[in-house]
């Protein structure tokens, strides 16, 4: 299929970019490839200025207690995302909240504030937990895979009925509200963005119900629509909307072979050791729902290399191959493509500069074809 091919879902909207803050160390790739991207703070402040000034609308911060794979240092999400509201003016951050540690009347509260100090510009992410290990190394009791997202659910609808009830009551079986008035009500209407991570059954299933957005891990296009038509449908049949972000490792340079070799290099110099360790941990993601479907769960060596299957997206190639496909998966419903980069600070500056203006050509192109 090319870019022009139209579809139900398609929508005039420009499609928005997002990144994935390094606030882990070892970038997003487990390799031991040279990468110049750090977790620190300042090189953080400096990569959400570029961001916002070449055309990225969100960050996503992440939330890990302790980690395999190379991420040995992790910053704590809330604080770490004031800090680049603090340095930003436009950007909007996307907040890792998991629930488990993070109890939603706290989480509530925090990001009320935030939303307060920094005008609307920011919302959250809904985790439901896949590493065992993290869950025990912090004494959190760790559930079967569709009741962490039962939780995650709860945590959802706690966070909403805060946000935008007076007296708030809630009988949850993980939480529960009496007449609970949150003052000051957060200034995003009518609420921050709530976006969840996850896309087995039980993930989906929330998104259609309660989610704001859906993030799932890279895919084929395919893969993708199959995905984004399950979830509009039982979306639709709820008379819930809900959009749609995917994960993407962009690799973009001057000619194709040239970023196919960046690709190449990334898993031959993976470390065979953490991937495979985090392998034999994502089998507690999708792999172990009910239908043993979700993120993961048909992950190979090579996929794993990107630890959120980025590079199945196939944004890796000239900037109009990337801009041609990222068009593609708007007409099958795609509303953001979460990225991340080797190097975070100048990739996105080239991405800003060499393929988000093609992106926004085709988009006009298209648009004035279907007037
Ligand atoms: C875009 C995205 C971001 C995520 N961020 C985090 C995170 O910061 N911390 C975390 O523990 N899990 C994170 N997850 C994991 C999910 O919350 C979920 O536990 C995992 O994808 C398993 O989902 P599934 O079994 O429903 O497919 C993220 C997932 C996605 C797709």
């Known amino acids: 299929m090319s870019y022009q091919d139209s579809s139900v879902y398609e929508t005039e909207d420009p499609i928005k970019f997002a990144y994935w803050v390094p606030n882990v160390s070892g970038g997003l790739v487990v390799s031991k490839i040279e990468q110049r991207t750090s977790w620190d703070v300042d090189y953080n402040r400096k990569l959400a200025q570029i961001a916002e000034n070449n055309g990225f609308d969100y960050a996503l911060s992440q939330i890990r207690f302790t980690a395999g794979y190379g991420a040995d240092n992790q910053h704590e999400p809330v604080i770490f995302s004031q800090a680049l509201l603090e340095a930003t003016e436009r950007l909007k951050l996307i907040v890792a909240l998991l629930p488990g540690p993070w109890n939603p009347a706290v989480a509530a509260k925090q990001i009320a504030t935030l939303d307060h100090i920094y005008g609307g510009r920011v919302a959250v992410n809904v985790v439901s937990g896949w590493f065992r290990g993290e869950f025990k190394a912090i004494g959190e009791p760790w559930l079967d895979h569709d009741e962490r997202y039962r939780r995650s659910e709860e945590f959802i609808r706690a966070l909403k009925g805060i946000w935008t009830e007076d007296d708030f009551t809630f009988r949850g079986d993980f939480y529960r509200f009496t007449d609970y008035t949150l003052r000051p009500k957060p200034v995003s209407q009518p609420h921050p963005e709530i976006f969840q991570g996850g896309s087995s059954r039980a993930a989906r299933d929330m998104a259609a119900r309660v989610s704001d957005w859906y993030f799932t891990n890279g895919n084929t296009p395919e893969g993708h629509k199959a995905q984004i038509d399950d979830i509009r449908e039982k979306s639709a049949a709820n008379g819930h909307s809900v959009k749609i972000g995917v994960n993407a490792f962009i690799i973009a340079r001057d000619t194709e072979e040239e970023a196919r070799a960046v690709l ?108």
């Open 264 to 371: 190449q290099e990334i898993i031959d110099k993976a470390n065979p050791e953490a991937v495979n360790g985090f392998a034999s941990e994502v089998k507690n993601a999708g792999k172990a729902s009910p239908e043993g479907e979700g993120n993961w769960a048909k992950s190979t060596f090579e996929d794993l290399v990107q630890y959120n299957d980025g590079f199945k997206t196939n944004l890796i190639g000239t900037p109009r191959q990337i801009a041609e496909r990222i068009v593609h998966l708007k007409s099958i419903g795609v509303d953001l493509i979460l990225s991340a980069f080797l190097h975070f600070q100048e990739e996105i500056e080239y991405f800003g500069k060499n393929v988000l203006p093609i992106v926004r050509e085709l988009e006009q192109e298209h648009l004035s074809a279907t007037l």
